[in-house]
């Protein structure tokens, strides 16, 4: 689990461990807060804490409610404005208001509701964690809420009261090619946020030594996705440039949700990639999908450029739809 993301995780850890914990969360924003809706900050009994809701601005205020939450059990909604001033102090050009729930566990968040959501994250099965901030009922459901799950928005509802946190699957990456642009952008991956994955059944590319501490998969491409399986928070990168590891792998992928595919290749290669995909029955509105070639146009030329062009267009596709 990414270190920026695992504040459930690490809060029900923590209050296993009889250190307390308390968490809080983005339940609301205006103007040009720091940190989206659904951000989370994990702060201990002892004051350690991990994760944040701003930008700096105002996690010293929200570590000291946290720990009075933990001193007398109840949960907290707070709400922060952020100044011109300090906005500028951290790389904003203007102000905006944050409204933070802080929930210690075990008195008011229950440990059984927090391990819950622990559970289908460690699963990867989407839940929302439902909390009513007037009478503070709670419940983790995994339907109910399909326009969130699909923008990944948590949020209010329109009464104004019933706090939506979406806990989608963690997103992923997966490779297929353990060439020189891998290499960059596994690590890249993994500090936004995906699981990354290479797969090259060629085993002086996919080696440990090119690789360190990450999931090397050594079987066919088309063989590793019936495997680990492709949905909606996978992204697929293709880098072989050799149509007898790519095209299985497309297949698999273009009959799959997931939301990114892109396939390194000049125009002239992608031009071929097409012809094969329509000879194999493919349409134009499937084939259409794959960004190939692969990243967005920034005149990337070294390999951690280009994987800078690959990430980009990844978020680009995940945040605004390609």
């Not at 990639?273 to 999908?289: H, K, M, N, P, T």
Request: with cysteine; charged share 25%; net charge negative.
């Amino acid at each position: 689990m990414d270190i920026f993301e695992n504040a459930p995780e690490l809060a029900l850890e923590w209050h296993r461990a009889g250190r307390g914990a308390a968490l809080a969360t983005v339940v609301d924003t205006w103007g040009s807060a720091p940190r989206r809706t659904g951000a989370m900050l994990v702060v201990s009994g002892d004051g350690e804490m991990m994760g944040s809701v701003s930008g700096g601005c105002v996690e010293g205020a929200v570590v000291m409610e946290s720990q009075d939450a933990l001193a007398d059990g109840k949960p907290r909604l707070l709400e922060y404005g952020v100044s011109d001033g300090d906005a500028f102090a951290v790389g904003l050009a203007c102000g905006g208001n944050i409204r933070i729930l802080v929930e210690p566990v075990g008195a008011a968040l229950d440990e059984s509701v927090l391990e819950q959501i622990v559970v289908a994250r460690a699963a990867r099965r989407q839940v929302a964690y439902v909390v009513n901030t007037d009478d503070w009922s709670r419940a983790v459901v995994g339907e109910g809420y399909e326009s969130r799950f699909a923008m990944d928005r948590s949020g209010v509802e329109e009464d104004g009261s019933t706090f939506v946190h979406i806990h989608n699957p963690p997103l992923r990456l997966i490779v297929v090619g353990a060439v020189h642009i891998a290499q960059a952008l596994l690590p890249m991956a993994r500090i936004a946020g995906y699981d990354p994955v290479v797969i090259d059944p060629r085993g002086a590319f996919g080696s440990e030594a090119r690789f360190p501490g990450e999931t090397i998969l050594d079987d066919w491409p088309d063989e590793a996705l019936d495997s680990i399986g492709l949905d909606a928070r996978t992204a697929l990168v293709l880098l072989t440039h050799d149509p007898k590891l790519d095209d299985p792998a497309l297949h698999r992928a273009l009959n799959s949700e997931a939301f990114y595919i892109g396939a390194l290749g000049s125009k002239r290669t992608h031009a071929s990639r097409v012809a094969r995909l329509q000879e194999a029955g493919f349409d134009e509105a499937a084939i259409a999908r794959i960004e190939g070639p692969v990243g967005l146009d920034i005149g990337a030329a070294s390999p951690p450029e280009i994987a800078v062009s690959i990430l980009a267009q990844m978020v680009q596709a995940l945040r605004r739809g390609a």
